[in-house]
């Protein structure tokens, strides 16, 4: 009797750690919705490669920077007047996996639930260009 009385207590007890680690502030890593099928299983192929970072930076600073900014906070010049803005992209690269950033990058903002002018790049960038930005962000905007 004792006894199952402390099972009882320390599961609850972990059950209102483990809720509040989850609950954290409904910030946007939980709104983010996962990637469809076709990018879901995609793992950065140049991760942390000092050369792709590089090539990655030529591609940031000529095709996102003016909305997102230099350093990826939302700040660039075109991005100012969008509704809605670009976000943090320092947040998304820590909070969101390979498979997410590359779909947003490939199909853009034109779908729900994002509705945006986040442009679609596939067919523009190649998927190199794609995961050598990717590189780029996760390397410098943490
Ligand atoms: C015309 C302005 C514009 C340009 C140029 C642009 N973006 Fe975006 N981007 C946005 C906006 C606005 C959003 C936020 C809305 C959304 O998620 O669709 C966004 C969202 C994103 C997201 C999702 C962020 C998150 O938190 O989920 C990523 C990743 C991203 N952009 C990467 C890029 C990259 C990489 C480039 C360059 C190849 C780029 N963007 C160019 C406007 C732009």
């Known amino acids: 009797m004792k006894r199952s009385f402390f099972v009882l207590a320390a599961v609850l007890v972990l059950s209102a750690v483990l809720l509040s ?9 939980s709104t983010r919705p996962e990637p469809p099928s076709t990018y879901a299983s995609l793992t950065n192929p ?10 990655g930076k030529t591609v940031y600073e000529t095709n996102c ?5 230099a350093t990826g906070k939302g700040d660039g010049p075109a991005g100012a007047a969008l509704d809605p803005k670009p976000g943090d992209l320092g947040k998304a690269v820590v909070e969101a996996s390979d498979a997410y950033l590359f779909w947003r990058i490939s199909d853009g903002g034109g779908m729900d639930p994002f509705n945006s002018s986040m442009p679609a ?5 190649s998927e190199t260009d794609i995961w050598n930005v990717i590189t780029y ?6």
């Open 137 to 142: 962000m996760q390397t410098n905007f943490k």
């Open 121 to 125: 790049w596939k067919g523009i960038l």
């Open 65 to 69: 920077s003016s909305c997102h900014g």
């Open 21 to 29: 680690a989850c609950g954290g502030g409904g910030d946007s890593a």
């Open 46 to 55: 140049v991760a942390g490669k000092a050369e792709a970072a590089d090539a």
